[in-house]
């Protein structure tokens, strides 16, 4: 399976500052994903990385809060804009490297605090 | 919304045990269903998966059985050993077909006793 690296591990942010997670894939990838899981609870989507288009976001959730960039087929960044203590969270970037019947693999995630 | 509910949200088991945890779907997409294992401070990691037109796949100590009437789907970790302990996720595809989108369960916390 892919290599899923993801930056920085771990942040410790202010309120109303801004934090850019990268996903870096060892291989080609048809399909990223970016999550979050608050503490002790499951994941839920944020949106679909989109290569060389705007990303496709989940309801609840929108492009001026967490902008996405997909800019090959081995990137992609999340940021996390005008932070409260809401957003802290674990952020997970998820991958699929082929079409239907290919199981997503995850990363380690950035855990995530704001003060 | 589409939704998967999990059960138990808990789980100990002793050590040697049979660990089962169940999920249940409402209508998807054709793809697979997979679980998924975290443990503390890590990103889920893919356990096993299962493709609807088949009703069992088994991966060492890992049963999926699948039942795709009663759109239930279930994990059977066998001999449970404390190495188990972990958090475990299923997830079914989403409706919206060819999106590769995953609907998550709530999750279950097992702990294995030694």
């Known amino acids: 399976s892919a290599v899923i690296s993801q930056k920085p591990s771990r942040d410790i942010c202010q309120r109303g500052t801004s934090l850019t997670i990268q996903c870096q894939v060892d291989?080609?990838?048809?399909?990223m994903f970016w999550y979050r899981q608050q503490p002790g609870q499951s994941l839920t989507l944020i949106a679909t990385?989109?290569?060389?288009?705007?990303?496709?976001?989940e309801s609840g959730f929108v492009i001026d809060k967490f902008p996405i960039s997909r800019p090959n087929l081995t990137f992609s960044t999340l940021t996390v804009s005008n932070m409260s203590p809401e957003d802290s969270s674990i952020y997970l970037c998820?991958?699929?490297?082929?079409?239907?019947?290919?199981?997503?693999?995850f990363g380690d995630g950035t855990r995530l605090s704001i003060l | 919304q589409q939704q998967v509910k999990q059960s138990p949200q808990s789980l100990i088991v002793q050590k040697g045990g049979i660990s089962i945890i169940n999920c249940a779907y409402e209508?998807?997409?054709?793809?697979?269903f997979p679980w998924y294992q975290q443990f503390p401070g890590k990103g889920p990691a893919l356990l096993i998966a299962i493709r609807p037109d088949v009703s069992e796949k088994k991966e060492g100590r890992f049963t999926i059985s699948f039942n795709k009437s009663a759109k239930q789907f279930s994990l059977h970790i066998m001999d449970s050993q404390p190495g188990d302990s972990a958090t475990y996720f299923c997830?079914?595809?989403?409706?919206?077909?060819?999106?590769?989108?995953?609907?998550f369960g709530q999750g279950t916390t097992l702990q294995v006793k030694p």
């Open positions: 990385a989109n290569q060389g288009s705007e990303a496709t976001y």
């Open positions: 998820s991958v699929r490297t082929g079409g239907a019947g290919q199981p997503q693999h």
């Open positions: 209508n998807t997409a054709f793809d697979y």
């Open positions: 291989s080609q990838v048809t399909m």
């Open positions: 997830a079914a595809p989403s409706l919206k077909g060819n999106t590769g989108k995953l609907i």
